[in-house]
T-cell receptor, first 114, second 116 residues
């Protein structure tokens, strides 16, 4: 199983609808990043959450971090076709080599119907 | 100049070929990463370089050989690949180099590799 599990795996919504994507970690979260990827392209950073209970918003996208539940949610209000893409959560992990890894979740594919 | 540039964008190679992927960052960052993204699989970390030194090798087969000649450039040398190595290879960079202090990653557009 993956260290960062996202749900749902895919989502199709009508334009104007709200939606929520979840990211659950199997280990303690010290910070959580959200990225968006257009198909076949690189990832673009959306926002970072560092503290439990923290909530950040950018335009119509809001993300929250629940450290106790080891979970983060990404909420899009009044979705638009421009929101379509793959949403990925990311986190740093300590490594057995003493350094670190930067890992990503399983991804959520979002399609918004006009 | 965009932040992170990857070349080539598309590459088709036979199993016996030797080729290289190049990544260049113009952000003054100190850490660089290679990721592999296959269809229907999560993004997989391959290598991490911090201050030009490889600090993480995520159990990657030896047919993939990274090189970081300076803090702005990162290469992935490819040799005797298998068809299952066909994927999108993404390069990224970050300002931070310490665990829990990395910051966000800046990604290139990726190199789409097809192995015949």
């Amino acid at each position: 199983s993956q260290e960062l599990e996202q749900s749902p795996q895919s989502l199709i919504v009508q334009e104007g609808k709200n939606l929520t994507i979840n990211c659950t970690s199997s280990k303690t979260l010290y910070g959580l990043y959200w990225y968006k990827q257009k198909y076949g392209e690189g990832l673009i950073f959306l926002m970072m959450l560092q503290k439990g209970g923290e909530e950040k918003s950018h335009e119509k996208i809001t993300a929250k971090l629940d450290e106790k539940k080891q979970q983060s949610s990404l909420h899009i209000t009044a979705s638009q076709p421009s929101h379509a893409g793959i949403y990925l959560c990311g986190a740093e992990r300590g490594s057995t080599s003493g350094t670190y890894k930067y890992i990503f979740g399983t991804g959520t594919r979002l399609k918004v119907l006009a | 100049e965009t932040g992170v540039t990857q070349t080539p964008r598309h590459l088709v190679m036979g199993m016996t070929n030797k080729k290289s992927l190049k990544c260049e960052q113009h952000l003054g960052h100190n850490a660089m990463y290679w990721y592999k993204q296959s269809a229907k699989k999560p993004l997989e970390l391959m290598f991490v370089y911090s201050l030009e030194e490889r600090v993480e090798n995520n159990s990657v087969p030896s047919r993939f050989s990274p090189e970081c000649p300076n803090s702005s450039h990162l290469f992935l040398h490819l040799h005797t690949l298998q068809p299952e190595d066909s994927a999108l290879y993404l390069c990224a960079s970050s300002q931070g180099t310490e665990y829990r202090d990395t910051g966000e990653l800046f990604f290139g557009e990726g190199s789409r590799l097809t192995v015949l």
